[in-house]
């Protein structure tokens, strides 16, 4: 089945400066690839997704690219802000006898000091 | 209406108590899940539902017993829990099974 792979496990970075989170994924049928955020004692937010078929996607100041030849995706953010502290979770769908299925990374703490 | 909410925020019960969770969104989402999370753990996939019908059971314990009676509900009915299935059980749910989810906030549920 599929298995994603999820680092840093913890990355503290200056407000302003940017972030970067990286996955990888075992299963190369797998084609959708989502974000989620999630502040504490909160639900998981999707904050951006890519499929496949796009190499690199934008909004404002969070992007995700995907290499589909190595089987990893990964999250930037831009100018950072103490707001953007939070856990980060990457997924991807995986197919699971017929039926697809989100396989999450184990997450990254984010934690953006001012 | 573009949320999914979870009923109730928490939950408090004893190893032989019978108690049920509700999730409920009116956004004509075809797809809807459970998942189990633990402190500092990611979600973990438990039920998938595709048009009302269990697609995936992620060999989830009997205990845990899930019910669809129409499309926009989705429930969890428990029974005989342990104390070790405390966590926060998120409801979440997507137009198809292969386009993004969103989830509800969520009940953290106790067993004592």
């Known amino acids: 089945g599929e298995n994603v792979e999820q680092h840093p496990s913890t990355l503290s970075v200056q407000e302003g400066d940017s972030a970067v989170i990286k996955c990888t994924y075992s299963?190369?049928?797998?084609?959708?690839f989502p974000w989620y955020k999630q502040e504490l004692g909160k639900r998981p937010q999707l904050i951006i997704d890519i499929r496949s078929n796009v190499g690199e996607k934008k909004d404002q100041r969070i992007a995700v690219t995907l290499n589909k030849t190595a089987k990893h995706f990964s999250l930037h953010i831009t100018e950072t802000q103490p707001e953007d502290s939070a856990v980060y979770f990457c997924a991807a769908l995986a197919r699971n006898t017929g039926f697809q299925k989100l396989v999450f990374g184990t997450g990254t703490r984010l934690l953006v000091s001012p | 209406d573009t949320e999914v909410t979870q009923t109730p925020k928490h939950l408090v019960m004893g190893m032989t108590n019978k108690k049920s969770l509700k999730c409920e969104q009116h956004m004509g989402h075809r797809a809807m899940y459970w998942y189990k999370q633990k402190a500092k753990k990611p979600p973990e996939l438990m039920f998938v539902?595709?048009?009302?019908?269990?697609?995936i059971n992620e060999s989830v314990p009997s205990r845990f017993s899930p019910e669809c009676p129409n499309s926009s509900l989705l429930n969890l009915h428990l029974h005989a829990l342990q104390p070790e299935d405390s966590a926060l059980y998120l409801c979440?749910?997507?137009?198809?099974?292969?386009?993004?989810?969103?989830f509800g906030q969520g009940t953290r549920l106790t067993v004592v």
């Open positions: 539902y595709s048009y009302e019908k269990l697609s």
């Open positions: 979440a749910s997507s137009l198809q099974s292969n386009t993004e989810a969103f």
């Open positions: 299963d190369s049928a797998s084609n959708y």
